[in-house]
């Protein structure tokens, strides 16, 4: 009887030790998304960024505003020269910041979970290496840059006429529809928010693979950082 209880015992903390080691800690989770899709494939993005990521804040916060809520994460590079990006009917002003130091993409995602708790700040995004930095029209404007995505993305439905589907995906991903194009009928401009489902890209991939929509592309952006 001691054996089979002894048995019993060894079996139970066994299980309880796989239970523990197969479910991960918070902090080592990575959500960095290397991927989009194009034509039916996943296109590569590139190799994480680790010592830059992208700041999103709305354009009713002042550069003042921001260079002070800058000027309290202990995380960035205080002696970097960072530049606040605005784009003409952008929502978001967009921030490429460097981190005192190289970090893992879990140690990443950590920071950007904890960075968007700020009401300041509309999204955090990773950055990807490229060893493109030029324009599209073939001028340097750097001399080292990272690639990344703001918080639009954009869907191409089968059937302008039928937004079915696309109003339940957007329900479902408790995405934003921001507007239709005005000359491509089809084309959707759609946003993630701190309360979606995921950040934009995480959302271009799931509108695709959904396999409603003919076509679902992020916006993916160069960012010279030096």
Not at 190 to 202: M, Y
Request: aromatic share 12%; glycine share 4%.
């Amino acid at each position: 009887m001691k054996k089979l209880i002894l048995s019993i015992t060894i079996i139970l903390l066994i299980f309880a030790s796989c239970e523990k080691n197969n479910e991960p800690a918070p902090q080592d989770k990575c959500h960095f998304i290397n991927f989009k899709y194009y034509s039916g494939k996943q296109d590569y993005l590139g190799e994480l960024q680790g010592i830059y990521i992208l700041l999103g804040i709305d354009t009713a916060y002042d550069d003042s505003q921001i260079r002070s809520f800058i000027s309290t994460v202990k995380q960035f590079d205080q002696n970097y020269a960072y530049t606040i990006y605005l784009t003409a009917q952008y929502k978001f002003k967009e921030i490429p910041m460097r981190l005192k130091a190289s970090q893992t993409c879990e140690e990443i995602t950590k920071l950007i979970s904890e960075l968007e708790q700020n009401a300041i700040v509309s999204y955090v995004h990773y950055t990807m290496k490229t060893d493109n930095c030029q324009n599209l029209i073939g001028e340097d404007v750097g001399n080292l840059c990272v690639n990344s995505y703001g918080s639009s993305f954009y869907v191409k439905v089968f059937d302008e006429n039928d937004l079915t589907d696309l109003n339940k995906i957007i329900a479902e991903t408790k995405t934003e529809l921001v507007k239709q194009d005005e000359f491509m009928p089809s084309w959707f401009e759609l946003r993630a928010t701190k309360s979606s489902n995921g950040d934009a890209l995480k959302m271009a991939n799931y509108f695709y693979e959904t396999g409603l929509f003919q076509c679902s592309e992020p916006g993916i952006s160069k960012y010279p950082v030096e």
